[in-house]
């Protein structure tokens, strides 16, 4: 008797936003969607605010439009998107009635299966998206961002889950965004989740591979029940991105679980992605391999480089050392959230601040935010000198009410402002879009006639390189580079960079 | 209470062996080696076939040289070696007294753990070796060389586990080269030796991280008892390398597992080896990532880009799917031999020669011998027509008795041939390197006083690619490329390659 895990596959969202920074077109994807249709996952993730974002900002493609391909090529398969709680897709929160919009507008434009999840794990900003998806009769998965502090302990996670039992999940998502979820930690946390929670409560695991160990986590997850884990195919898989779907499922022969995924079909969404993704080798992510000293730091990868950039341009680039020493502290100052965007560029810039200005001698106004409580709660008490600071560069006081309490409805003033815009077509599609990034809306609004651009390597571009690669099996040159170069009998410094 | 695991470094032998082709120098292990022997590993692998060879062929290094540097470098670890049974470190069967000499010169040099093979299994062509070893006082490790097969159940393995302890060795190793190692075999082998060998047998895991599913079977081999387990550190680690060994650490966080590896000195020798590791790029295995297919077709990555280049000489380069689908047959016909060197080789072309010309119209002199019984026993019986077509190619009758069992004292005879080269030093030492490759030696032996080579790129040379690197994260450009080049109003079409 085996019993059968479901799989999530994440290459059409995490998997290329974790490896090509989610620049990959809805047309290099389009190829592979039979497969992925037929090939027998739980459902598959391919809408979230990264793609949203980039498809408007970079590739001039309508993300409901892609939405509602996806839903007509993979009509056998749940589809599945990551949504912010209360902030949606964007990065302030909005006031619950453009929460209700933008998940019914979802609903029918062909998502399936909302996974809803907030920085903080603060479940008051998550309530009413929650509602939102029940209401409209789909998959609600309410989530837990894994951390780990003095503070996080499995109990904690488990009362959270009880929380979101209660406010009617169909099921209790996991989500390790920085790979820090250890075997044993799995184990135990899945456990307490189906005891607290009833055998019965679906419990889906989402880990990143960006230390090395979390596909033996997705292994101790599911011998202590999981239901669906993700991963993503592998020739979009491993550094920050997740474990191969293939693994995963040969990881189970001859244990008691199974997956129902063909074999066959797997290899064929392997082959196409790996042509394709050389052609975005230009938006690769430079952490390669294994890195476990996120571990240590609980900073993860993109944080480190993003404060890196930050110090050299105030020419303080040998003092990433304290930074990163510094960042505890202020995490610990702010109650601990977990690191996971914004909360991680929020506490890594104080650091920042703290070490080339004095601690807390000048505070970003996110950071003050966080700590006045206009992010929502943290699972720790807030340092109280800190919050005084806050308030005082803020000019407001601190809040221990939902956020977005304090909003107005904002529908129709949102509709005013987009209405007007050249290039809006007048639906709510477009009215969320531009309330999700008002800038980047106007701009695609005006540009979208023309049609998407894929950012990747033309075919006939990437032609040379790839056939370079093919001779030698390194990467093509991206960047410009001098060379001594002889034309007849005379010697050149020359500068060239692919056209 | 907790039950400490040990660990086995393979950084300075299987590490840069199956990720940059044999090729690192023994000046570029050389600041790691303090890191290396105060980490807390229980040996760290250093020497075996490839190495040596290589060290002959590509580095005018003598490799009892470096086997002694390493001994003087790492005081305080054991040094561990690979020895392919009756070939040594060679491509043929050894009378018995060189394999005896071999063993002790070896022991003398400061090597403390022989892992003695056999690419069939045949527990006959390790006796010899196993003896040697344990005469000379040091740790004798007997090798299972795990394969999939229909006939190689758990069974058939514990029951060579049990002849390996009754040879009197003090532990035994699993051997994975291929990947194929699932988590639920793992399990399964390790806790049948130690139900059938005792439970204070030593059971020490080596596996490969192909299939991207084994550090999961050494978490359950681990689970099951296993007593040592064999990594590498990060920054030479995964596709067809071996899982990390600071994710090996991390994974048994929390477990009732622990290592007794020192973290600070793990990222140290992995910041050494990340630096050397992008000067030896032009040697970088072509597999990267994930291949799954193995499970399937059971044919290692490197044996299919054998055959691949094997047919495109042949002109043929469109029928691999066809030699892919034969090799099942080869192999069932010679008995079901695992599939590593020299067998992987045999067999492929074996296949690729049925493909061409017809089943077994001809054979190659290797496959007669393999099916001739001149290599060892198979698991399996061997096909009698085709025993017959090989009697008829290689006019020699089949044997059933060790294959070097035949052989005459030859140490003399090696010895007379060595000692007249020029540049032999007339030492046991040398008068092995020319056995184990007679041709190479010579060369060597002419040209070591030019001491050691260094084939990567040199600091120098590797500058300007690795600031390219740096700005970018890509691999330096390593081949011509033709680019369209203005110099002032002038176009020139000009190909250029690294100086």
Not at 57 to 76: G, H, I, M, V
Not at 271 to 293: L, M, N, Q
Not at 335 to 345: A, D, E, F
Request: include cysteine; charged fraction near 25%.
């Amino acid at each position: 008797m085996s019993r059968t895990v479901e799989v999530t596959e994440l290459v059409l969202r995490d998997g290329h936003q974790s490896l090509l920074a989610t620049r990959m077109a809805l047309e290099d994807m389009v190829p592979a969607c039979e497969d992925i249709d037929q090939a027998g996952y739980w459902s598959v993730e391919c809408w979230g605010g990264a793609t949203y974002d980039s498809c408007i900002r970079f590739l001039n493609e309508d993300p409901w439009a892609r939405l509602r391909t996806f839903r007509q090529l993979l009509p056998n398969c749940r589809l599945q998107m990551l949504l912010r709680g209360q902030n949606l897709l964007g990065y302030r929160h909005y006031e619950d009635t453009v929460v209700d919009r933008f998940v019914d507008k979802s609903a029918e434009n062909g998502m399936d299966v909302f996974r809803v999840f907030d920085a903080l794990n603060d479940v008051r900003n998550l309530r009413r998206a929650l509602e939102a998806v029940r209401r409209s009769g789909k998959h609600c998965e309410g989530t837990i961002c894994y951390t780990v502090s003095p503070l996080h302990t499995v109990e904690k996670f488990v009362e959270m889950a009880k929380q979101l039992q209660d406010l009617g999940c169909h099921s209790i998502c996991i989500k390790d965004m920085a790979a820090l979820l250890r075997p044993q930690p799995a184990y135990d946390l899945v456990r307490g989740i189906k005891q607290a929670c009833g055998q019965d409560t679906l419990v889906h695991v989402h880990v990143h591979s960006t230390t090395g160990v979390t596909l033996v986590s997705l292994m101790k997850a599911i011998e202590a029940g999981a239901d669906i884990v993700d991963s993503s195919i592998s020739s979009l898989s491993l550094g920050p991105g997740h474990n191969p779907t293939e693994a995963l499922v040969e990881m189970l022969e001859g244990t008691g679980y199974t997956t129902r995924l063909n074999k066959d079909r797997l290899l064929k969404i392997k082959d196409h992605f790996a042509k394709v993704r050389p052609r975005y080798a230009e938006f690769e992510s430079k952490i390669i391999g294994v890195e476990t000293e996120i571990f240590d730091s609980q900073i993860p990868g993109g944080m480190i480089s993003n404060m890196e950039s930050q110090l050299k341009q105030q020419g303080a680039g040998d003092r990433l050392k304290e930074v990163l020493a510094e960042v505890p502290n202020v995490r610990k100052d702010a109650g601990y959230p977990p690191l996971v965007t914004p909360s991680s560029q929020i506490v890594g810039t104080q650091a920042v601040f703290n070490v080339l200005m004095g601690r807390y001698k000048a505070l970003t106004g996110e950071f003050a935010d966080l700590m006045l409580g206009y992010y929502g709660e943290s699972i720790g008490p807030r340092n109280p000198e800190v919050i005084e600071a806050a308030a005082k560069h803020a000019k407001k006081p601190p809040i221990t009410h939902r956020p977005a309490d304090l909003l107005q409805p904002e529908w129709e003033e949102l509709r005013s402002q987009a209405l007007p815009l050249k290039g809006c077509d007048g639906s709510d599609e477009d009215i969320l879009t531009y309330a999700m990034f008002p800038q980047v809306a106007a701009k695609f609004f005006a540009q979208r006639a023309e049609g998407p651009k894929n950012v990747s390597k033309s075919p006939a571009k990437a032609a040379a390189p790839a056939a370079a690669k093919a001779a030698d099996g390194k990467a093509p040159i991206t960047s410009p580079v001098t060379y001594e170069v002889r034309i007849g009998n005379t010697s050149h410094q020359v500068t060239v960079a692919p056209a």
